[in-house]
């Protein structure tokens, strides 16, 4: 049961471990450090998404403002209105507002449903910390 309510919740794994013990269970779920050699093949992953993730446009999550540069193809954005890449740049906005990418995104409708989702859940969730 417990399992089950940590899944339906999206539990990060290592917290599913915590909610195990103090439900009198034991954890189901490896906590490997980093520095074992099973886990040479992730630490290697992880290098390349960092290294890969100079070019991914940071924002600020709450706006969904961009705060970097967005590298993309010039085709991705040829009619798409300048008002919409202006300073500071919307995402949500961006891709959804009939005049920026949403007449290029061929599943929009269920882009828009992931967004507003996601949207959703953030709205529920407690400010990040910083």
Known sequence: ???????????????????????????VYAEPSLDTPAMVPVRDAMRQLLAGSTHIPRGDRPNWNMTTPMPVSPLLIQDVDPELLAPPTNALRLSLHPEGMAPRIINL?????????????ASRSPAPRN
């Open 109 to 121: 409708a269920e882009w828009r449903g992931h967004l507003f989702e996601r949207l959703t859940a």
């Open 1 to 27: 049961m417990v399992v089950h309510l940590c899944e339906q919740l999206e539990v990060p794994l290592r917290e599913r471990n915590r909610l195990l013990l103090a439900a009198g269970y034991a954890p």
